[in-house]
């Protein structure tokens, strides 16, 4: 077990609102931060959707009191002093922007406490991109959760050359603590595991239906009947949020673009970003 024992999440995301619901879930004393209080107020819908969703999935003790238990553990603020102020571990999940993610970590540094341990959930930017921003590179970084993670419940641990290992140790071990398959990452990887496998099959999604092959559902179909995979492509990325692989094709090669282009003129425009808006590229209830 590990000696962390109040967790702030930063960020109230698809991603971040989960990683902030199963840490409560297990126990641990959360506080959720975000930007604003209109920001939070519209998260505060997302956690009550987690606790339905993992009532519906039978999550061991859901249905018994846990997962309504999980929401008196968690505290929303839109201050991020007062949010870290007794933090053992900040877990950092907002927007893929280099940027906007090393202004954040300037001014954490300046904020917590000494003894807290710095983890980013990008899926993208490597630590080293991030850790000269935080001032305690020995105490920064990552730890990688997939979405949905009280399914798909594992934990990318992958530090730097700076990370102590204690501290590396420390978030392995935080890891289990709340129920995720901790998976250490012995070298910096761009995309980790997970995303090394993922992002190249999402896009050769992309790049079949953008170019007028086969249609995403018929895409999917293949994937499905000729693997015995359970999701397909678009499933996925619907899961996931269009706006995530939107914002990482973005930043990519002229082909990376121009399918960050069609995601755009196709389905982002039109308010289409997946399963938390209703509808991607299948529509829900």
Do not use: C
């Amino acid at each position: 077990m590990s000696n962390i024992t109040h967790v702030t999440v930063l960020g109230t995301g698809v991603l971040g609102s989960q990683i902030a619901f199963q840490t409560a879930f297990s126990g641990f004393q959360v506080t959720a931060y975000d930007i604003s209080d209109d920001v939070i107020a519209a998260a505060e819908a997302r956690f009550d959707a987690l606790v339905t969703a993992y009532k519906e999935d039978g999550v061991a003790g859901a249905s018994e009191g846990k997962a309504d238990e999980a929401l008196s553990r968690i505290r929303f603020s839109s201050d991020l002093a007062e949010a870290v102020a007794d933090a053992d571990l900040v877990i950092e999940a907002i927007p893929e922007v280099l940027s906007i993610k090393q202004d954040t970590y300037r001014k954490l540094g300046e904020l917590a406490p000494e003894k807290t341990i710095f983890a980013t959930n990008s899926s993208t930017l490597l630590p080293s991109d991030l850790k000269d921003s935080t001032g305690r590179p020995a105490k920064f970084l990552a730890l990688h959760f997939a979405n949905r993670v009280w399914k798909f419940n594992t934990a990318e641990v992958m530090g730097t050359a700076d990370t102590d290992p204690a501290v590396f140790d420390e978030v392995v071990a935080f890891a289990g603590d709340i129920g995720m398959v901790p998976i250490p990452v012995h070298k910096e990887k761009s995309g980790y595991v997970l995303n090394s496998l993922l992002v190249p099959f999402l896009n050769a999604g992309f790049t079949l239906a953008a170019g007028g092959f086969a249609e995403p559902k018929d895409i999917d179909n293949v994937w499905r009947i000729g693997t015995g995979a359970p999701m397909g492509p678009f499933q996925i990325t619907d899961i996931i949020g269009l706006t995530t692989p939107y914002n990482i094709l973005a930043h990519g090669g002229e082909k990376d673009q121009t399918l960050a282009a069609w995601l755009k003129s196709e389905y982002i425009d039109h308010g289409k970003l997946g399963v938390a808006t209703g509808e991607g590229f299948y529509t829900y209830n």
